[in-house]
Nanobody
């Protein structure tokens, strides 16, 4: 069992930066791949980025490539999403998730989810 708690969201102007954190409970965090998803009002949940348990491989949504960086510190049981050059269209509730099945951007592959943190980008 893994419990995830996100933090670091907030209100930022376009062009600004935020770093989201995802604190995981349990001693087996390092065996799970971790991902970030987001959901804007009236839209479906969208994959943003994922990182393998090995901390070597990553996958990003095309629209965030070059702006967002996913990382993890297994010693601290924490994952991160660094977001630079934020745009109003990045406004959403951001969720972290962890899984142990088929690694990738499909939310069905994630067993555990956090409660979400709001990110609002003003123009």
């Amino acid at each position: 069992q893994v419990q995830l708690v996100e933090s670091g969201g907030g209100l930022v102007q376009a062009g600004g930066s935020l770093r989201l954190s995802c604190a995981a409970s349990g001693r087996t965090f390092s065996s799970y791949y971790m991902g970030w998803f987001r959901q804007a009002p009236g839209k479906e949940r969208e994959f943003v980025a994922t990182i393998a348990s090995s901390d070597v491989s990553t996958i990003y949504l095309d629209s965030v490539k070059g702006r967002f960086t996913i990382s993890r510190d297994n010693a601290k049981n924490t994952g991160y999403l660094r977001m630079n050059s934020l745009k109003p269209e990045d406004t959403a509730v951001y969720y972290c998730a962890a899984g142990s099945g088929n690694w990738g951007g499909n939310p069905a592959g994630y067993n555990y989810w956090g409660q979400g943190t709001q990110v609002t980008v003003s123009s």
